[in-house]
């Protein structure tokens, strides 16, 4: 096909959604390198992630660029490279998220660097959907998410928690200072392990750089925030049988989670490739298998919208505080995280992507379970 022709292509592909080439509107695409619509038409969404990195082409508003982009489906009318179908079979192949494979997002994405994070995240350092219900900035809606987790999950003082996938501590820090219990926090990443016990010095959190698999003790509440989305859906019903043999009967096990509205077996490339390597959404029916017979579900709350608003906030907190960290990073690297950022939020702004906290119980709780909104 010709410069041309595949230029002419992916005009009227992206003009079913009104997206322009050189337009006017705030989405439409301005190219800078004409090699952008052969890599876009073979590479789909890599090969528009890849083009944005190097500089091919910009946005003014990436987010309703993607969300137009989902809302049409374009992202189905777009043929993909071998290589890339390569990868998807790979995963349903092959175990992405074995044991021996488990601390490899820890290394490549968590370990990045904790000034990013802190420069980037709200005070206590959340790295998950907000709650922004009567909050109108980030710090209060991170705060209402942890003090929604902590009511959904009764906390009292003396209560022994787990905390599967619990990132710098802001859970446990919380829960500790604020309901009086104790909370053992495990990670994949030795630099949220650095970071949690000085946060949490003083406390009774204790930070352990370990793979959920191997736990077996006993808990009066689990909590898992933003981790299954690495779990894998060859392992989600080892992630629950784990869960289950920790807790004890009659407790509760919260769990908050990106998902998809579809079984998917692999993550989109460019995500797999740049910013959660073997990463991995949920489905409702995924979750619904691998909780049968081992968990009673209490309560199922979606509030995925709200991760478009944390996402631009944390988008507006890492631009703001680029100066003070771009020495320990690439250009190459800016445009990558701004582009993970903002098409992210632009996704759960367009539905695609949804936000949900779970609560289950180890055989059912004895008088019903009173929802928390």
Not at 115 to 138: G, V
Request: with cysteine; net charge positive; proline share 2%.
């Amino acid at each position: 096909m010709s410069l041309n022709k595949v230029e002419k292509t992916v005009r009227e592909i992206l003009s079913l959604a009104d997206i322009k080439i050189g337009g006017n509107n705030p989405w439409d695409i301005q190219v800078h390198n004409n090699n952008f619509y052969k890599r876009v038409l073979t590479g789909a969404e890599l090969g528009l992630g890849e083009s944005y990195m190097d500089g091919w082409w910009d946005c003014e508003k990436l987010d309703e660029l993607v969300f137009k982009i989902m809302r049409a489906n374009l992202d189905k009318k777009v043929k993909r490279k071998f290589s890339i179908l390569f990868g998807f079979l790979l995963a349903r192949v092959i175990n992405l998220q074995s044991t021996r494979r488990a601390f490899i997002i820890g290394e490549k994405h968590y370990d990045l660097g904790n000034d990013l994070f802190r420069n980037m995240l709200d005070k206590r350092m959340n790295y998950s959907c907000a709650y922004w219900k009567d909050a109108e900035s980030l710090d209060k809606a991170q705060e209402n998410k942890l003090e929604l987790i902590c009511k959904k999950l009764y906390l009292k003082p003396g209560m022994r928690v787990l905390d599967i996938g619990c990132g710098w501590g802001a859970f446990g820090k919380y829960a500790a200072e604020k309901y009086g219990v104790s909370v053992i926090g495990i990670t994949v990443s030795k630099e949220q392990v650095a970071f949690g016990k000085e946060l949490c010095k003083g406390l009774p959190v204790e930070f352990r750089f370990q793979d959920y698999r191997d736990l077996n003790e006993k808990f009066d509440r689990i909590v898992s925030v933003g981790m299954i989305e690495h779990v894998g859906y060859k392992n989600y019903r080892m992630f629950f049988e784990v869960a289950y043999r920790c807790l004890n009967d009659g407790d509760l096990f919260l769990l908050h989670t990106i998902g998809e509205t579809q079984s998917c077996k692999s993550i989109d490339p460019w995500t797999h490739k740049y910013i959660f390597p073997n990463g991995m959404l949920p489905s409702v029916a995924q979750l619904g298998k691998a909780i049968e017979k081992l968990f009673v579900m209490e309560d199922w709350h979606s509030f995925g919208w709200d991760y478009d608003k944390t996402l631009l906030a944390w988008y507006d907190n890492f631009n703001s505080a680029w100066d003070k960290i771009k020495d320990k990073y690439s250009e190459r690297f800016y445009r990558m995280w701004k582009y993970f950022l903002i098409t992210s939020a632009g996704s759960f702004r367009a539905r695609r992507n949804q936000l949900w906290q779970i609560v289950l119980s180890k055989n059912g709780l004895i008088g019903g379970y009173n929802s928390i909104r």
